[in-house]
């Protein structure tokens, strides 16, 4: 007897031959790549949070006179509820955004070329929004906190218009490029108070609107050849000839010293006894007498903030040690 399939399994196998003729084969899809916007070299909490030295009066502004839990703390920060001192008669309404404001008081002991006075520093804290608003007072919430935590005083102003600048490609540093005769001035402070800087970090510099700098502006770091950095050596020469207590009394090598400089040719003489001595020159007359060195390119910053005499920036490269007093100069 011949053996049949049941029909249940023919019908099976019909069914799965008839879908595989129907359904292709996935073809392979092709995805173009996307092109690689470019990055921005300052965040938000950077771009918000850095600060300036204004040379203006602060006119009247509102401030923030008290908190919700301002019986159990004293500093605020995101999330926390405020009031301010100012309502529908000053022109508030809900919904408002503002930035948080501190003026620490006027600039003075740090390192700068321009004369005169240079401004107020204001502080950035952070932002707020308004949700309640009265006749004289409002209540609104801190949407934002900057490292420093917000405190009662703190003013509110508008919220400045800043973008921040594209980086540049990444490459390195030109150390020995030639000036460009551009503005030039110097890095006078830095955020928080730090001496020592590096990148990403926010610093202050002694050219503003009155000097043709805009934000978007880059410029390079430097120093003089042989200045700046927390260390240093003296350069005098302390080697002594080994007749002077570095010779054995039998085996005498020689009376010069391994660690003194060349002899000078206009000082040699004879003396009594008819030997020749040579007085050695030293590190400082040879560097009296050098020409115009090249300086010492240290890094580059840009501009993201101008004030009428000065700016804010942000370190975007570094190839050495880069501290306050640094100069700078437009690229």
Known sequence: MPFRFPQVVLFLLALACTAGAQTPAPRPEVIAPTEKQPMTVAAQSQLFCAGYIQLQRLPQMPEIVGAENEQEQRMFTSGNIVYINAGSRQGITEGQNFQLIRPRGDVKGVHREKKGFLGTYVQEVGQLQVFKVGEN??????????????????????????????????????????????????????????????RNDVVYIDLGVEDNVKAGDYLTIYRPLGTGNITRIDNEELGRNRAAGFQSERYRGGGFSNQSTRAKDSTTFVDSEGRYRH?????????????????????????????TRTATAIITRTVGEVHTGDWVEIQ
């Not at 934002?144 to 594209?166: A, E, K």
């Not at 400082?284 to 390119?297: A, F, G, I, N, W």
Request: aromatic residues 2%.
């Open 279 to 307: 007085r050695p020159i030293t590190t400082r007359e040879v560097k009296k007498h050098r020409p115009l060195m090249p300086r010492k390119v240290v890094g580059e910053m840009v501009i993201i903030d101008v004030q």
């Open 137 to 198: 007072a409002s209540a609104a919430q801190i949407t934002s906190s900057c490292g420093n935590m917000v405190l009662l005083g703190d003013f509110l102003t508008q919220i400045p218009d800043r973008d921040s600048p594209l980086q540049r490609p990444e490459t390195n540093v030109e150390r020995f490029v030639d000036p460009t005769r551009k503005q030039s001035g110097r890095l006078m402070m830095a955020k928080d108070n730090r001496e020592m800087v590096t």
